[in-house]
C-alpha cells in the first residue's frame, strides 16, 4: 500500500526527518503520534506526495513517488483521503459541495453522485447541513465533513492529521468511531495524533499499530500505548 | 494543456466554474482593461483602414495623370506643342493628351496672380495634360523621345510629390496597425497581472483543489475559461462604445480632408466585430501563461 524507505526529509538546512522506514499494508491501522513539531505532519504530507524526501524512497501503490509528475501526483491523491486538523474547505461552497470536490475535480456527474453524497452526509451526520456554509459549522461538523470528504472517493487509504485537534472528547470519539468504521470496510487508516488518550481508545476497538517520532526518526511505541 | 483548456472553454463546466471563488478587484480590473482596449483598439483599426483608403487613393488619383510642360520661344511654341501631342499620341501608355487653352492656364494662375492677369502678354509655359491607361506608359522612354522631338519639354509624371504622400498615408496605416498590436500586448499584460494577482489570492484554494486530487490543468482552466470570458465581454462592450464613437465623427467631405474620413466604409464596418474574440484570444493566451507559471511556482 505504501512504504518509505529509509527516508530523510531535510528543510531549509535543517534535517525534519531521518532514517523513516515504515510500510503500511492494505487493512492496517496505525497512529502516528509525538511532541508538536516532531514532524507528524510533514510525514503525512510525504506519504501523499505534498512533500519529497530529501532521500530515501516513497512507494505508493507500489509507485515510486519521484517517477509521477504533478498530473500523476494529482490523480494518486484520488485513492488517498487526508484529513486535516484545519479541514480547508473553500469558504464560498457549501458543506454538500465541499465534500463533493473530490468528484467535481475528477470530472465525475454530481447529479449522478447525488445518491452516494446523501448516504455519505448521513453517514457523518450531517444531511440537515448540507446547505450551510463552512463558516457557519461547529468544530466537530468541520472536522465530519472533512471526513466525509476524504471518503467519498472510495480511497484506498485515509490519512488524518490531528483529526480531533478541535474537538471535544465526546465528538473525538464519534470521529474516532468513523475511523475505526472505515478500516473495517477495508481501508487503510494512518492518524497522526499527539492525544494519546484517544489512541487508548482506538486500541480497545481496533488492532492499531503506534509508531512514534522522536528526534527526527520513527519508532514503535512502547508498552504505554 | 492548451487543447484541454481550449475545449474546455468551448464545452464549460459549471462545477468547475463554482471552484474558484467569485474575485473582486481583478474582475474589475480585466473588465475596465478589455473595455478600455477594445474601444482603442476600434479607433486604431478606424486610421490604419482610413489611412490605408487615402494611400490607396492618393496613388491611385495621382499615378493615373502627368503634366507635359512646354518652354520655347513664342514662334516655336504652336510647333512644339503640335510634336508634342503627336509624340504622345504615339506613346503606348497614354491614353489622350490635352493642349490646356489660356483661359484654363489662366485659371491655373489666378490664385497666386489675381483675375486680371494679362497672360496672352506673359512668356507662360504651354501647359498639356496626360491621361494614362491603367497599365501606364514609360516615364524614362517618353523623355528620352521627347528630348529628341520636343527640346522645350519637360515631363512631370508627379512622382515627386506623389511618393511621399503615398509613403506617408501608408505609414499612417503601419502606424495603426502597430497600435494595435500594442493595445493587444498591453491588454495580455494587464490581464496577465490580473491573472496573477487572482492566483496569489487563491493560493489556499489552489491548495485545497490539489489535495482533493485536482490537476493543474483543470486548476488553471477555471481561472482560464473565467478572465477569459471577463475579457470577451469588456471588449464586446468597449469594442461597441468605439463604434458609437466612429459613428459620432463627420463624415467624410473634400473641405474636412483627411480628419472627416476617419471610420469605416464598406466591409471594414465588420472589421471591429472581430475585437472582442481577439480580446477573447488575449486573455486566453495570458491568462494560460500565468495560471501554468504560478501553478508550477505553488508546486
Redesign the interface.
Known amino acids: 500500500m505504501i512504504e518509505l524507505d529509509n527516508i530523510a526529509y531535510s528543510y531549509g538546512g535543517a534535517e525534519l526527518l531521518s532514517e523513516i522506514s515504515i510500510r503500511l499494508t492494505p487493512g492496517s491501522f496505525h497512529f502516528l503520534t509525538g511532541p508538536s513539531g516532531a514532524g507528524k505532519t510533514t510525514l503525512l504530507k510525504l506519504c501523499y506526495g505534498?512533500l519529497l524526501p530529501t532521500s530515501g524512497q516513497v512507494r505508493l501503490f507500489d509507485t515510486d513517488m519521484r517517477r509521477l509528475d504533478?498530473?500523476q501526483i494529482?490523480?494518486m491523491?484520488?485513492r488517498i483521503g487526508?484529513v486535516?486538523q484545519d479541514c480547508?474547505?473553500?469558504?464560498?461552497?457549501t458543506l454538500a459541495?465541499n465534500v463533493a470536490?473530490?468528484l467535481?475535480?475528477?470530472?465525475r456527474d454530481?447529479a449522478a453522485e447525488a445518491g452516494n453524497l446523501g448516504e455519505l452526509l448521513n453517514w457523518v451526520g450531517l444531511s440537515a447541513r448540507s446547505d450551510a456554509l463552512p463558516p457557519e459549522l461547529s468544530g466537530g461538523e468541520r472536522q465530519r465533513a472533512a471526513l466525509a470528504?476524504a471518503v467519498i472517493?472510495s480511497p484506498d487509504l485515509v490519512l488524518a492529521d490531528e483529526p480531533t485537534g478541535n474537538v471535544d472528547w465526546d465528538m473525538s470519539q464519534r470521529l474516532l468511531q468513523l475511523l475505526v468504521e472505515l478500516n473495517r470496510m477495508g481501508k487503510t487508516v494512518l492518524i497522526a495524533s499527539h492525544d494519546l488518550a484517544l489512541i487508548r481508545a482506538a486500541k480497545t476497538q481496533v488492532q492499531a499499530r503506534v509508531l512514534r517520532i522522536s528526534n527526527r526518526r520513527l519508532q514503535l511505541a512502547g508498552a504505554d500505548l | 494543456m492548451i487543447r484541454g483548456a481550449l475545449s474546455g472553454l468551448i464545452a464549460g463546466d459549471k462545477?468547475?466554474d463554482?471552484?474558484v471563488?467569485?474575485s473582486g478587484f481583478t474582475a474589475q480590473l480585466t473588465l475596465f482593461a478589455a473595455g478600455a482596449m477594445g474601444f482603442l483598439a476600434v479607433f486604431a483599426l478606424a486610421l490604419s483602414l482610413a489611412s490605408g483608403r487615402l494611400a490607396d487613393r492618393w496613388a491611385d488619383e495621382l499615378a493615373r495623370s502627368a503634366t507635359l510642360r512646354i518652354s520655347a520661344p513664342a514662334d516655336q511654341m504652336t510647333a512644339q506643342t503640335n510634336a508634342a501631342l503627336q509624340v504622345l499620341r504615339q506613346t503606348p501608355g497614354v491614353q489622350s493628351a490635352r493642349a490646356l487653352s489660356d483661359a484654363e492656364q489662366a485659371a491655373l494662375l489666378t490664385p497666386w496672380f489675381g483675375p486680371d492677369l494679362p497672360i496672352e502678354t506673359l512668356p507662360v509655359p504651354q501647359l498639356i495634360e496626360i491621361v494614362e491607361t491603367p497599365q501606364g506608359f514609360d516615364a524614362a522612354g517618353l523623355r528620352l523621345r521627347l528630348s529628341a522631338q520636343v527640346p522645350g519639354a519637360v515631363l512631370d509624371d508627379h512622382t515627386r510629390w506623389r511618393r511621399p504622400l503615398v509613403e506617408a498615408a501608408g505609414r499612417l496605416r503601419a502606424l495603426g496597425l502597430i497600435s494595435i498590436l500594442l493595445i493587444g500586448a498591453a491588454m495580455a499584460a494587464m490581464i496577465t497581472l490580473a491573472a496573477n494577482a487572482a492566483l496569489s489570492a487563491n493560493a489556499?484554494?489552489i491548495?485545497?483543489?490539489?489535495?482533493?486530487?485536482?490537476?493543474?490543468?483543470?486548476i488553471a482552466q477555471a481561472f482560464v475559461r473565467r478572465f477569459t470570458f471577463r475579457a470577451l465581454i469588456g471588449a464586446a462592450v468597449g469594442a461597441f462604445l468605439g463604434v458609437c464613437g466612429v459613428l459620432l465623427l463627420p463624415e467624410a467631405s473634400d473641405e474636412g480632408g483627411f480628419l472627416t474620413g476617419l471610420g469605416f466604409a464598406g466591409l471594414g464596418w465588420f472589421y471591429p466585430l472581430a475585437i472582442p474574440p481577439l480580446g477573447a484570444v488575449v486573455a486566453f493566451v495570458a491568462t494560460g501563461y500565468a495560471a501554468r507559471r504560478t501553478l508550477r511556482g505553488l508546486?
Open positions: 505534498a504533478r498530473d494529482a490523480l491523491r484520488r487526508v486535516h480547508r474547505f473553500l469558504d464560498h461552497l459541495e470536490l473530490p467535481t475535480v475528477s470530472g454530481l470528504r472517493m | 462545477q468547475a463554482r471552484v471563488p467569485p489556499q484554494v491548495e485545497v483543489l490539489r489535495l482533493v486530487g485536482a490537476k493543474d490543468g483543470y508546486s
